[in-house]
């Protein structure tokens, strides 16, 4: 099935809970509402139409007004893929987890969680992965400020380049 | 009469730890040699490639690309290549599409090279990896003639490749699968049925086919669970229609489908089958330019993409954000070895710590694909 068809078929079923389908190019999107998020996985997976047998990517971006959160559905036994997603306010972005429906987004949604600041509801082990546990901020979001020391370690350096002529300058 | 009591400790594994490969590290629950869960931390190679490319702009992330995977670099060079063609409609000419996949598949066999030998280094015999480090040397000669480079590859470049191939490469690299084809027999016949091997792998970390699915295992070790699938054929990208060539897939031979030693074997045969690639490649290489026109100050339209290859270590995909900028708003790499550290915790339970090696290098990850 075509994207366009499946996100169709989303809107069919969950009505104005689909906020958005945007044939943006080269990949067109659906944009869901959050509260849903967890029942419209399920209808994927389990729609034999559909039958999105794996959550191959789950990524977070900012967008300065909002946070987004993307997901990359695919079927392995029908060969397509659709990409839904979540948009959450920027100040205290929460949304269900949806590691009950496949479990690789377990990690991915932790992911998020450290370099986004987006907090997963339900989510079994929801901690930091990638960054030291006592990081201040979200690394990946737009205003986020790079501190200039990390327990008396200095974040910057000179430049690494030898100047090989002294006189040069 | 004395009882014998045992008692939960608790082991660090890493970060730095002889068979990792690389900064990882477990904290391993274990009743004497058993475990009974193995929590992987990672994060300590973080170095925020995908920040870098907010950055630096399309064609100055390019060489950056090499360090998201450095045994596989020509990979990640194509997935970005191909994730900014498709974001601003460029096509690659023939010859291109065919330098890439030439370069990319020497370099599957480099990496599982890598993979093979150093197994065989966790397992307790040196001299494996000794000869797989020869064969990749051999390879690196190659690539270095192409490139420059003998680790961080960079060859490729948005709309094609760098340069074409230097005169006398092709024969060169003919005469190399000439001689490695029986190396690689050699190489099954002196280790691949040894007795040790097939003791420490068989049976070990057995994957079913759904938990690969639902854990999103890729690449050799989704395969190795007795699915055939690889992008190259079933989501074909690039020129790869019009080779052939076999998918490998595990069937059990001297245990269960998908335990390690599936993993393993799977690996020994996608290098016969790139070699395969390579005769054919190399064979009919068209003529023609191999860098399509693609403007140095490069702005794709605003859109969004997801581009998907088949890495060494299996599916690859570049999820790219372009607000129309000459910079991208944003990257996010969805890579094997994140989703196969994913599913150590689960796969631990109840192995010896040995045996948690063997697991980690029939998985084959790489740490700064992990951590990025």
Not at chain 1, 77 to 86: I, S
Not at chain 2, 66 to 73: E, H, M, S, T
Request: proline fraction near 6%; hydrophobic fraction near 40%; include cysteine.
């Amino acid at each position: 099935m075509e994207p366009l068809a499946i996100y169709q078929r989303v809107k069919e079923r969950f009505g104005d809970r689909v906020l958005e389908i945007s044939e943006s190019k080269p990949d067109p999107f659906c944009v869901i509402d959050p509260a849903a998020i967890v029942e419209v996985a399920i209808a994927l997976r389990d729609d034999p139409e559909t039958a999105m047998d794996c959550l191959s990517n789950e990524s977070g971006v900012d967008y300065k007004d909002r946070i987004e959160v993307v997901y990359h559905f695919f079927s392995y036994q029908l060969r397509h893929g659709a990409v839904l997603k979540v948009q959450l306010p920027r100040e205290d972005p929460v949304v269900h987890t949806l590691e009950g429906v496949w479990k690789s987004a377990n990690w991915m949604e932790r992911e998020i969680f450290d370099l986004l600041g987006v907090s997963f509801e339900g989510h079994s082990d929801l901690r930091r992965i990638l960054m030291p546990e006592d990081w201040p901020g979200h690394p990946l979001r737009k205003d986020f400020v790079e501190p200039l020391e990390y327990h008396g370690i200095s974040t910057v350096r000179e430049s690494p380049i030898i100047r090989l002529d002294p006189k040069r300058k | 009469m004395s009882t014998f009591h045992t008692e939960e400790m608790t082991l660090n594994m890493g970060p730095q730890h002889p068979s990792t490969h690389g900064v990882l590290r477990f904290v391993v629950r274990a009743d004497g040699e058993v475990m009974r869960e193995a929590v992987p931390d990672v994060g300590y190679l973080h170095r925020s490639i995908e920040k870098i490319a907010e950055k630096v702009g399309y064609h100055g992330f390019m060489p950056y690309t090499d360090r998201v995977d450095y045994v596989c670099a020509m990979f990640t060079n194509q997935g970005w290549g191909m994730a900014s063609e498709r974001l601003a409609g460029i096509e690659v000419p023939k010859r291109g599409e065919y330098c890439r996949v030439i370069a990319a598949e020497f370099n599957r066999i480099a990496s599982h090279l890598i993979s093979v030998g150093t197994m065989g280094m966790d397992i307790g015999a040196m001299t494996p990896f000794t000869h797989a480090i020869r064969e990749r040397e051999m390879i690196n000669d190659l690539i270095e003639e192409l490139c420059g480079a003998r680790l961080t590859f960079n060859y490729m470049r948005i709309g094609g490749v760098a340069w074409d191939l230097p005169p006398g490469w092709r024969e060169k690299a003919l005469a190399y699968l000439e001689h490695f084809d029986p190396i690689l027999e050699e190489y099954n016949s002196l280790i691949s049925f040894n007795k040790i091997y097939i003791e420490r792998l068989a049976n070990v970390g057995v994957v079913t086919p759904q938990e690969a699915i639902d854990y999103n295992l890729v690449g050799p070790n989704l395969r190795a669970c007795g699915i055939k699938w690889d992008l190259r054929k079933d989501l074909s990208y690039s020129v790869y229609p019009e080779f052939d060539f076999d998918v490998p897939v595990g069937s059990g031979e001297w245990g269960t489908v998908g335990d390690s030693m599936d993993r393993y074997m799977v690996r020994i045969r996608e290098m016969h089958e790139s070699s395969k690639i390579l005769r054919q490649a190399l064979n009919q290489i068209p003529a023609g330019p191999v860098l399509a026109k693609v403007p140095r100050n490069f702005k794709p339209p605003k859109g969004e993409c997801q581009v998907r290859i088949e890495s060494g270590r299996g599916d690859m995909g570049w999820y790219v954000v372009s607000d129309g900028t000459g910079y991208p708003w944003r990257v996010h790499v969805r890579t094997g070895s994140f989703a196969a550290m994913g599913i150590i915790q689960k796969l631990s339970r109840g192995l010896m710590i040995a045996d948690l090696v063997t697991l980690i290098a029939s998985l084959d990850v790489i740490a700064p694909e992990i951590d990025r």
